[in-house]
């Protein structure tokens, strides 16, 4: 229920499993101790070198990455064009696909949304 706003449950339940299924892999345990010793992702001194235009997007009711780190990607890339979609959660291009497939044709042909 943190990744979506305002769907069914059946719905939230149906993605859940759709989202898990690479954890069903022989591997997955494996990959996923190993990933966590390695200490995650950690990009925070890749970030600066990135030169090309960015689109960043975000739900307005999203649970998992905050505000206030979608505001500090966006001060990290100040060049970027940062877009929040209304009435939705975590996982935008499932909750609202047209509004985020719109977005990014805008960003491409330079319309900056």
């Known amino acids: 229920m943190l990744a979506f706003k305002g769907i069914s449950l059946a719905t939230c339940f149906d993605w859940t499993n759709v989202g898990r299924l690479h954890c069903l892999l022989p591997w997955w345990k ?8 390695s200490g995650g992702y950690n990009v925070v001194d890749q970030i600066k070198e990135v030169k090309q235009k960015v689109l960043i997007v975000y739900g307005e009711h999203d649970r998992i990455i905050t505000k206030k780190l979608q505001v500090r990607l966006h001060c ?3 060049s970027a064009i940062i877009r929040q979609v209304p009435d939705c959660g975590h996982l935008l291009h499932v909750e609202k696909p047209n509004a985020i497939a719109d977005l990014i044709a805008d960003f491409v ?3 900056n949304c």
């Open 109 to 111: 042909r330079g319309s």
């Open 76 to 78: 990290e890339l100040p």
């Open 30 to 37: 494996d990959a996923s101790v190993s990933f966590m010793r």
